[in-house]
Structures are given as C-alpha cells and as structure tokens.
T-cell receptor, first 113, second 109 residues
C-alpha cells in the first residue's frame, strides 16, 4: 500500500492567519484529494485534483481555499484566512485513474483559536 | 444527492461475539469502501468492493448492488477491533468518496 505523509501533524493558528497543509505521496499517483472531519462529524470531501488542476470541489471549498502541486510531489492545501469553524482534521488521499482505491495520509489536526 | 447511512451508530459487544455493521446508500455507485478510524484519527482502508464478497482475516465485507446495501462482519471480535468503522461510496461517474457517519465499535474483554 502506498504511503502518504502529511505535515504538520498538528497546527495551531490564530483566526485570520494563513495556513498551508502539505501532503506527500510516496508512490506515483495522479489523483489527489483533500477531505476534512470536524470533531464528532463525518468526513467531508473538499476537493479533488488531477492533471495539475481541480477536477471537482465541494461547496465548502470557497475562495478561502486553494490547492496546488508546487514542485510535482508535494500537494498543498492553503487556507487564506482561517476561521474558527475551519478547526478540523484534514486528510489527504491519493488514488489512480484505473482504480477506485484511495489511500489516506495520517491527517493534520488544525486548531484555530 | 448521495446519502450514506450506517447502522448502528454505536455498538458495544463482548470479546468473541460476531459483529455486523450495515451501510445503505441512495444512488448508483462504482465502488464502496469500508474504512477503520482509530482514536488517534488516522483512516485505514479495509476493503473496496463493487460486487459480491471479500474476506480478510476475521473481517468479511458483502455488498448487494440491487438493494444498495453493504455489511461489514467481524468474526471472533477482539478488544483491538475497537474503532470507528466508516462506509464510503464512489458515485457513478465520480472519483470522490461520500462518507457515512461511522459506527463506533467497542469490544469489551
């Protein structure tokens, strides 16, 4: 199973600050996803990214969010001006075109104070 | 809109019991995933299936496409099986996962 790492594991930030969450897949997958899980709630889809562009995004993924692969390996999620309600666990996942398998990273716990 | 419902929401059992967790979904799918989430938060993939049945150790997953229903069974349950079990589906023509709310399983020794 391909390994996916995420950094940082935990980030505490003040409301209004920008945060960048990073995901690094070890293997060569083409599909990238960000999901989030607010404490006590179910996991929600944020955005999918394929061929260096967003392929789908949810209504949660508003103008405060952006994603990119700046160097062809790291996959980043940026939140421009964090709100209290952005506090959640953020999971990166990777997948391939030929299968519906998705492999999850360990998550980044974001706490906005 | 694709809804995924799991039952029960919480399940407590004694070690050794046979466990069943159910998942129902509302639209046609390409695949269904069973995932395990431990208290630390990490998500581990247990199964992906689009028809029939899969078995891995003491875990068995089944799916009935016509009835839009899947079950996850655990035989000879053990306290280390205690976790949240999540059903997630891939809608037809989609790639993203749509998640159920999870079933919190506690196995007492």
């Amino acid at each position: 199973e391909p390994e996916v790492t995420q950094t940082p594991s935990h980030q505490v930030t003040q409301m209004g600050q920008e945060v960048i969450l990073r995901c690094v897949p070890i293997s060569n997958h083409l599909y990238f996803y960000w999901y989030r899980q607010i404490l006590g709630q179910k996991v929600e889809f944020l955005v999918s990214f394929y061929n260096n562009e967003i392929s789908e995004k949810s209504e949660i993924f508003d103008d405060q969010f952006s994603v990119e692969r700046p160097d062809g390996s790291n996959f980043t999620l940026k939140i421009r001006s964090t709100k209290l309600e952005d506090s959640a666990m953020y999971f990166c996942a990777v997948g391939s075109h030929s299968s519906y398998e998705q492999y999850f990273g360990p998550g980044t716990r974001l706490t906005v104070t | 809109k694709n809804e995924v419902e799991q039952s029960p929401q919480n399940l407590t059992a004694q070690e050794g019991e046979f466990i069943t967790i159910n998942c129902s979904y509302s639209v046609g799918i390409s695949a269904l995933h069973w995932l395990q989430q431990h208290p630390g938060g990490g998500i581990v993939s247990l199964f992906m299936l689009s028809s029939g049945k899969k078995k891995h150790g003491r875990l068995i997953a089944t799916i009935n496409i016509q009835e839009k229903h899947s079950s996850l069974h655990i035989t000879a349950s053990h306290p280390r099986d205690s976790a949240v079990y999540i059903c997630a589906v891939v809608g037809q023509g989609a790639q993203k996962l749509v998640f159920g709310q999870g079933t919190r399983l506690t196995i007492n020794p």
